[in-house]
């Protein structure tokens, strides 16, 4: 490798010069230099997977970060340029069964690091009898785990490859390019903060929600690239606790989570004993954005929510003073691909840098992981072809994710339309010929209880959650929606439904330790 000072220019791997018209990788071997920008999930599973393939690897990390020694090192990792690892996360099945099949090894690494497996039917709710294990279930396994814990495994193992070189503390201002015969930009490497620049064959945007790609592509000359934005209307408040010594976790029987309109809350089981909660309010809420930063007030706000108020009674103590707050929180999806054809060619964006989505719904480690399977994928295919690897990898993930991005989107409108109706005072569910408000009462007097005495029912939603089937199947599937109007229409000879929290917002905020 060249140094700076002998010709200005690094490479990420050797290759050879590229071919004339700049539309292919042309290599002498298989093997391609890829530059990876950004060390988050996506990053390090994409390191992971290409250096596993025969590719090498180059991780460009804006934070400076030295490799910890323990997970709870890892915990403390400066990782201000990622500011959701300090919040909580899901590692769902699609995620974890991508794992255990094609990287066993480093998923055994997880568990004996302190991760543990969440398996479908281990807590079921008191209301299921007769509940039948099926073949299919041994695949409906959630990973409980830190996300600064996943991270720092699965840099070690992206590291232990030998084709992974990681540059870290150092930012990336731009790209290399230059353009083809028929005037395409085409990206043959990025441009440092310090001025060096780095070439490979293969730059990959993996610098979640606040990259500046499409910047960088602009700057090159690419036509300015179609986003779609809107905000969630939320914003997260979390904190992380570890289980004082003789004590374990409550049942997790009953729910783990919920929204009562004015707040969401969620509990996530991690790694080592420890576990978080996360509130949520609506971005408008400015009170309850307040005062939910205090600890004290947080602590009190999750006592007064069925489903997190067992957590907090005692058995636990915190990892930290802090609430971690995270705002700003965007769904959006960006178009590298239109009209057809690639807005540059040499460059891909994999996870939030392509579509981020909200982190209630805990897909983002999964969906990017899952990106960089599909980045693989496509390379594997069209390694000498630079818009055909474009266009595979759009393809696919138009296909796969891109579903469930949109799933998000709708759930996120009907959440602001309630919890606006609920700061003004009034009854969401007022509008009895807004089909809306049907939908929301067969959703709370249909799907919920049916979740907890039908294993059909239970088992289908859990599969769609864990991304291990398509996001409309409980919509779609004729069997599950009769399974779910039989329920509801059955409402009125039910008790009624137990109460998750405090029903009014007023009444919660009455009762928090201000």
Known sequence: MRSHADSGRRHAGSCAARCADLACIPMKTSSASVIVVGGGVSGLGLALILARRGHDVTVIERDHTPMPQSADEAFDWDRRGAPQVRHSHAFLARLRNLLLNDYPDVYADLLREGATEMRFGDDLPPEMTGFVRQADDDELVMLACRRTTFEWVLRRAALAEGRVTFRTGVGVEGVVSTQSADGAVVVSGVRLADGAEVLADLVIAANGRRSSVNEWLTEAGAAEIPEEVEDTGIVYFSRFYRLREGFDY????????????????????????????????????????????????????????????????????????????????????????????????????????????????????????????????????????LRALALAYDTSLRAEIYPWYRAGVDQDAEARRVSTALLAGDDPDGDTTDPRTFMRGVFRDGLLPAMRSDAVVFRAFFRSFNLLTSPDTMVKDPELAARVFAVWQDRDNRPEEPRLGPKRRAEFVDLLSV
Not at 253 to 268: A, E, N, R, T, W
Request: charged content about 20%; overall charge negative.
């Open 250 to 385: 409550p049942p997790r029987s009953g729910p783990i989570g919920g929204d009562l309109g004015y707040v969401k809350y969620g509990v996530f089981v991690g790694d080592n004993r420890t576990f978080s909660v996360t509130l949520a309010t609506p971005t408008a809420d400015d009170e309850l954005r307040k005062i939910l930063t205090d600890s004290t007030v947080f602590d009190s706000a999750a006592r007064q929510l069925v489903a997190t108020a067992p957590w907090l009674d005692g058995r636990a103590e915190p990892l930290s003073d802090n609430v971690h707050v995270m705002a700003g929180l965007l769904n959006r999806w960006r178009e590298f691909v239109v009209d057809g054809e690639p807005v540059a060619l040499g460059l891909l964006p994999v996870g939030d840098a392509v579509l981020c989505t909200n982190p209630l719904y805990g897909r983002g480690c999964s969906a990017a992981f899952w990106g960089a399977h599909l980045v693989a994928e496509a390379l594997d295919e069209n390694a000498h072809d």
